[in-house]
């Protein structure tokens, strides 16, 4: 059974630095991309951060020139480096793996940037 277990969240001041991981328990095949998603009270899920197999990123415009996102395909690992954080930024981070037959989620990781 795949479990994703995400680590890193908690609560930072404004201008503060976060790293998120999220490690993948179990075999997944056919693996197109690993990302980050985050939803904040009353609004819909959004993509911060997405890394394709191959390397390729794709940012949030909001998040772009702050956060980075990395990944080690071998132990299934996906991290997403946070930087220069703002209020704006606070809300439920969840990791998600994406394959040819479903996606998986984390159970998410609060992240909370005070003013």
């Known amino acids: 059974q795949v479990q994703l277990v995400e680590s890193g969240g908690g609560l930072v001041q404004a201008g503060g630095s976060l790293r998120l991981s999220c490690a993948a328990s179990?075999?997944?095949?056919?693996?197109?991309?690993m990302g980050w998603y985050r939803q904040a009270p009353g609004k819909q899920r959004e993509l911060v951060a997405a890394i394709t197999k191959g390397g390729s990123t794709n940012y949030a415009d909001s998040v772009k020139g702050r956060f980075t996102i990395s990944r080690e395909n071998a132990k299934i690992t996906v991290y997403l480096q946070m930087n220069s954080l703002k209020p704006e930024d606070t809300a439920v981070y969840y990791c998600?793996?994406?394959?040819?037959?479903?996606?998986?989620w984390g159970q998410g990781t609060q992240v909370t940037v005070s003013s």
């Open positions: 179990g075999v997944i095949f056919s693996i197109n991309a």
């Open positions: 998600n793996v994406d394959t040819s037959r479903r996606d998986y």
